[in-house]
């Protein structure tokens, strides 16, 4: 039996899993513990075949590996490799889907097609690409041509992505500092080089490497990664959703797409569409596709698509017995899956060539022959659903309603029903006047360690009791919606009466009969970049730097590289970033004074580790009070 | 009476259990805090080297404990509820005489403090009915926790096992030791 307890939902398929034998990782966390303390301090060293080498945090032992390195520079390159597989995940995926846009440009893909023009030719102009007497598809390759550069290029100048999405006192601040970049891939490789045997031993300069590759992820990942998906499937608009495992319908054939990339879970969600006649002479009532992870999330954003579980709940969903198919592509999908989905009528699809589970079925997927797998992946899906037909199931019956599509584009939009000429004003005002006392960004993932205290959910409704305006992404952003956080009936329930006057007068100009909610759904993990362009809009129209804002990010349930290399952007940014639990640089008394002290004085932004959620809110809250007397607000 | 048990078959030299020692001897009992206490604390079992192998040494709670003979304070003294061999720090006067007789060098001076540190057997824990954090820690059950006749069981098991896979090889000529082997662990 679990020693832990989790929410409803969660708890009882935690419950039917162990009744049926079936293993998740809640009883593989159990028999983990507890995890090796020189792992958890990052002062173990396995880059060399001299060690492995680990210094003894308690300064009996050992304290320099084989070659010489301190616990400095072993913490400090191993959180630059933490920091390259982050970034490597998101400029990966951003090139993704840079080249199907291509391949549809080219008219080698003709599923696909240019779906937010506006996006199109906005991105263009800003790169400085002439549109007059162009094509669209002309003007397309142009920007596609600009975001290669930034993969390409060896001329050390500044990133096309950068110069589009970074406000000008950042990147003179970048600049300053020396880490501007120039190519992604350059920076990964110089990375992976510097951090290898026998080089970059000043562990200063390994931080500095950090926050160049924080900008990798920023700019050729999260921000290329959202814009391409903007201009191809379109630019989220407010509308509401259902969440949790209850999305589920017996009746019908449930599809739970889980991953990252839209490229894939757009045409299955098309095709789902399409198919509905199929299924139906099965027995099916219709074809229910459902969100897992954050691919979910994108379908979410743009099709209302019910978002069925966040990546803990990826083996539960599972464990229900009711998923026919479960198509993935990329990133956060574990490999068990294969084992539960072995146990029920459930077929596990993998989809790309370097992701591939054994026992799961692998359905190679091209945006060349998209229809066709698309339609073959939904058939199979149809097929599983008949042979589970009259087959127990166990869906739980909680369901919870949010709001969900905040872009920035969306929320200037009903900004603008205020204000047409200056849309950030009634924001800026509020702030002004202590209605908003501050606005805090949450990312990444549920921890399996944290997500029996309720972490974020905790730390987040303590901030809305301080008028602290919410905005998160990721699967952090499926926590705050299972939690009814993202109704506008929280806002009464959980607000401070500034924060509450501000949404409720929102919602009235939005055209909403009732209040938005207090935690705005911005979006994928790589949506993050959605949250970036509205920190710097926020600070161009006040006129400062981003790090003078009363603003703070926080990775609530730290699980993955890709939040490190995230919240390294954001600390490049000038934010004061939260993370639980603490990542893995305590044994380097170097990598921690600087993170957590010194750097504020660099960027701005440092890093707060804290593992109680109201404490964790009381720090944030302090930050930003910090911020508003320093505005002189 | 519940003893450590040590299998040196299985020791990786990970060190798990070297921190997870010097956690549990310190104020907070928590890694990420203990690293920050001054003075820092100390382990009570430090993994050594042997030919290939490696063994996490610790004081063994000797049933005719030298170091307790040896002690002219009477400091090093057993502790009759859970059996082990403990120093009374006001009472030990820095001699090292229990280190000197100790035959698996598992007590350690302190010079900082002058008195003779090794392994308390974690009696918080235990008074919780809890394993030593030694044992907890250990990844591969390198270090074990019971009572000694199970433990002993358990050995026993494991070595018939053995005898009776060698005797068979041996009187099996026509395949091959390996082969029989296999075999046997199919049966």
């Not at chain 1, 616990?71 to 597989?85: F, K, Q, T, W, Y």
């Not at chain 2, 002690?71 to 009759?80: D, L, S, V």
Request: aromatic residues 6%; hydrophobic residues 40%.
């Amino acid at each position: 039996m679990s020693m832990k307890t989790f929410d409803a939902v969660t708890q009882s398929l935690i419950n039917r899993a162990e009744a049926m034998g079936i293993e998740t990782g809640i009883n593989r966390l159990e028999s983990q513990l507890p995890q090796c303390g020189f792992g958890q301090l990052g002062s173990c060293c396995r880059i060399c075949y001299m060690g492995p080498c680990r210094i003894d945090p308690f300064g009996e032992g050992a304290s320099k590996g084989v070659c010489g390195a301190t616990a400095d520079v072993i913490v400090c390159r191993n959180l630059l490799r933490e920091e390259v597989g982050g970034a490597a995940s998101h400029v990966g995926h951003a090139r993704h889907v840079v080249l199907a846009f291509q391949k549809m440009l080219e008219g080698k893909a003709p599923g696909y097609k240019i779906t937010d023009r506006n996006k199109l030719m906005d991105i263009a102009l800003r790169l400085g690409i002439k549109t007059e007497d162009k094509s669209d598809i002309e003007i397309g390759k142009e920007v596609v041509g600009k975001a290669l550069e930034d993969i390409s290029n060896q001329n050390g100048e500044p990133m096309n992505w950068l110069k589009l999405s970074a406000q000008s006192r950042e990147f003179e601040m970048w600049k300053e500092q020396g880490i501007l970049i120039s190519n992604a891939h350059n920076e990964i490789e110089e990375a992976m080089h510097r951090t290898s045997m026998g080089n970059d031993a000043d562990p200063v300069n390994l931080l500095l490497a950090c926050l160049k590759m924080g900008l990798v992820d920023g700019y050729a990942g999260l921000h290329m990664a959202t814009d391409f998906h903007d201009i191809l499937f379109g630019t989220p608009q407010i509308t509401t959703v259902e969440a949790n495992i209850g999305v589920l319908d017996k009746d019908k054939v449930n599809i739970a797409i889980h991953g990252h990339n839209p490229v894939l879970s757009e045409k299955i969600l098309e095709w789902a569409f399409k198919m509905k006649e199929e299924a139906k002479k099965s027995g099916a009532l219709d074809i229910n596709v459902v969100g897992v992870c954050c691919t979910g999330n994108e379908l979410t954003m743009r099709h209302g698509v019910p978002l069925a579980a966040h990546n803990l709940q990826s083996e539960l969903v599972l464990i229900t017995g009711a998923v026919d198919a479960m198509v993935v592509d990329m990133q956060c999908i574990w490999p068990s899956l294969a084992m539960i989905a072995e146990c029920f009528h459930t077929k596990l699809i993998t989809t790309e060539p370097f992701v591939k589970i054994p026992g799961a079925i692998h359905v190679p997927f091209d945006v060349e022959h998209a229809d066709e797998e698309a339609k073959n992946i939904v058939m199979m899906a149809i097929d599983s659903f008949k042979e589970r037909k009259g087959e127990d199931v166990h869906i739980p019956k909680e369901k919870s309603v949010g709001f969900v599509g905040f872009s920035v584009e969306a929320i200037v939009d009903m900004l603008k029903k205020i204000d047409s000429s200056d849309p950030l004003k009634p924001i800026v005002d509020n702030i002004v006047n202590g209605n908003i006392y501050g606005v805090v960004g949450f990312v990444g993932c549920p921890s399996i360690k944290l997500r029996d205290t309720f972490m974020t959910e905790k730390m987040t409704k303590e901030l809305l009791k301080n008028n602290v305006l919410v905005v998160t992404t990721g699967c952090t952003a499926q926590i705050c919606i299972q939690a009814g956080l993202m109704d506008s009936s929280a806002t009464d329930k959980y607000c401070g009466e500034g924060l509450k006057t501000v949404l409720h007068a929102l919602g009235k100009a939005a055209g909403f009969d009732v209040p938005l909610p207090p935690v705005w759904h911005m979006g994928s993990c790589v949506d993050n970049a959605r949250i970036g362009t509205l920190l710097g809009a926020l600070a161009d129209r006040i006129g400062v730097k981003i790090s003078q804002l009363p603003v703070a990010g926080s990775a609530p349930e730290l699980v993955q590289e890709k939040a490190i290399s995230i919240g390294t952007w954001f600390l490049a940014l000038g934010l004061l970033v939260h993370i639980a639990p603490s990542p893995r640089i305590l044994g380097s008394p170097v990598a921690t004074n600087i993170l957590t002290k010194d750097l504020e004085n660099i960027t701005g932004g440092k890093v707060y580790v804290e593992l109680d959620p109201i404490k964790a809110a009381a720090g944030i809250i302090s930050h930003i009070k910090h911020k508003r007397t320093e505005l002189g607000i | 009476m519940k003893e450590i048990f040590i299998d040196i078959e299985r020791c990786t030299a990970c060190k798990s259990c070297e921190i997870a020692c010097a956690v549990e001897h310190s104020l907070s009992k928590d890694l990420f805090s203990a690293i920050f206490e001054n003075p820092l604390p100390i382990k009570r079992v430090y993994v050594e080297k042997a030919f290939l192998f490696s063994y996490p040494v610790k004081c063994m709670h000797c049933a005719d404990a030298a170091c307790i003979a040896a002690c002219p304070t009477g400091a090093m003294h057993r502790n009759h509820e859970f059996g082990s061999v403990v120093v009374n720090t006001d009472k030990c006067m820095g001699c090292w005489m229990c280190a000197m007789v100790c035959p698996f060098g598992a007590i350690i001076p302190d010079y900082a403090v002058k008195t003779a540190r090794k392994c308390d057997f974690c009696p918080d824990r235990l008074k919780e009915g809890g394993k030593p954090a030694c044992v907890e820690a250990c990844p591969t059950s390198t270090i074990t926790f019971g009572e000694m006749k199970d433990l002993f069981k358990s050995k026993r098991l494991l070595s018939a096992e053995r005898v009776v896979k060698a005797v068979l090889v041996q009187e099996d000529k026509k395949v091959t030791p390996l082969e029989m082997l296999r075999s046997i662990e199919n049966i």
